[in-house]
């Protein structure tokens, strides 16, 4: 069996790492590490694990997945789960590309043939949102998400909240379906009045109501609304995901595949959700290299339902897009609210290692976005 020759990543615009894994024969496979405002932080664990890993076997991927959970001590986390994710991807990438077959057949297969997605409207600080949602629906997307709110003070009047319910009924007016996503900003006094606000307009979920340290506050807040509750996007593992679905209190889960540890973590992920009749809608405003991975876990996964994908959103900017970094950009045609199920070779998608190079060079790390309250206070992104 073909062991690791090298382990390489690229910071490539607008905001993502990309790893490449090469075997001594000379085949390649491509995983996807980033995280958001702290490209740096998950390179320096790249350093590590590729030191640690060259000159093992490629096929060892729960090995080596296993050796970075358990072998260091330490554990979980953003830095470590999306390191890990860029090099389980990658592997997984590799194995099946040298099988000749797509990443889901070795996970047992497909149960669906198209994904179900939907996009981004709005931006940081919502504007302008049924102009969005109409060409979204003309690109072919049926479903969207948007910001609920600007940023907002910890206790804030209830009138700021009047703007997300009219932005949810514009949205609604088209036929389209919207997510609505309090994104960690909308603190406990403020959340329970804007999910009650919202629930007669029938947002397709409320997404992180509050921060995910929260979970006694979101057990409160799910008791108190009958729209779904999603979350997910901060939580690295199944033991994080556990508690909450213990508890009832989340009705979609939003693993990031590329904060969770990868393929191999999201998979058991999924399939924990399933025993507590969850839904899996894979979070993912990030680039091609993560967005195929979570297709090949949807595709397997009797509760997915749908996916979150980047196509246009407003941090793809500079001339990089979804579209991007690959030969085939068309398997991100949406039609009616799909796409088809990919069926290339491993990850489904053919990287253009040149154009990944090029943008390579000198490529800053994205700085997350920060707000700022009346006060001089910091306030959540
Ligand atoms: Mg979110």
């Not at 062991?3 to 075997?23: G, H, M, N």
């Not at 406990?188 to 804007?194: C, E, G, I, S, Y």
């Not at 904060?259 to 809608?281: F, K, N, P, Q, W």
Request: glycine share 10%; with cysteine; proline share 6%.
């Amino acid at each position: 069996m073909p062991k690791i020759a090298a382990i390489e990543y690229f910071r490539v615009p607008p905001r993502w790492l990309f790893v490449k894994i090469t075997d001594e024969e000379g085949k390649v496979g491509w995983g996807e590490a980033s995280l958001e405002g702290h490209t740096q932080a998950v390179e320096g664990c790249l350093d590590a694990y590729a030191e640690r890993y060259t000159g093992m076997e490629a096929d060892d991927i729960e090995h080596i997945w296993q050796m970075s959970w358990r072998l260091g001590f330490y554990r979980g986390g953003p830095v470590f789960m999306s390191a890990l994710a860029g090099i389980d991807i990658a592997l997984w990438d590799l194995k099946a590309r040298r099988l000749g077959v797509p990443i889901y057949q070795l996970l047992g297969g497909k149960v669906r043939d198209k994904i179900k997605v939907y996009a981004w409207i709005g931006g940081d600080r919502p504007n302008d949102v049924a102009g969005q949602a109409e060409a979204r629906k003309s690109q072919g997307f049926t479903a969207v998400k948007m910001n609920g709110t600007e940023d907002l003070g910890w206790f804030d009047s209830p009138s700021a909240l009047d703007d997300c319910v009219e932005r949810l009924k514009a949205v609604k007016a088209l036929g389209m379906d919207a997510g609505i996503d309090f994104h960690g900003r909308v603190h406990k006094p403020m959340a329970k009045q804007l999910a009650k606000a919202l629930e007669p307009y029938r947002p397709m979920f409320i997404e992180e109501p509050l921060l995910s340290e929260h979970l006694d506050g979101i057990k409160a807040l799910s008791q108190h609304t009958s729209t779904p509750i999603a979350l997910g996007e901060r939580l690295y593992s199944r033991w994080d995901f556990k508690p909450f679905l213990e508890a009832g209190c989340v009705d979609i889960i939003q693993p990031d595949i590329s904060h969770c540890g990868g393929i191999s973590e999201m998979r058991r992920i999924a399939a924990m959700a399933e025993t507590y009749d969850v839904a899996l809608a894979p979070h993912c405003p990030l680039g091609p290299i993560a967005l195929a991975a979570n297709i090949q876990v949807d595709a397997v996964s009797a509760n997915f339902a749908i996916q979150e994908m980047s196509l246009g959103i407003h941090y793809n900017v500079g001339g990089q897009d979804l579209t991007s970094y690959t030969h085939n950009p068309e398997v991100w045609n949406v039609q009616g609210g799909y796409i088809d199920l990919l069926k290339g070779p491993g990850l489904g998608i053919e990287i253009d290692e040149e154009q990944v190079r090029k943008f390579s060079v000198d490529a800053k790390a994205w700085v997350s976005p920060g707000f700022i309250g009346p006060g001089g206070e910091v306030r959540e992104w």
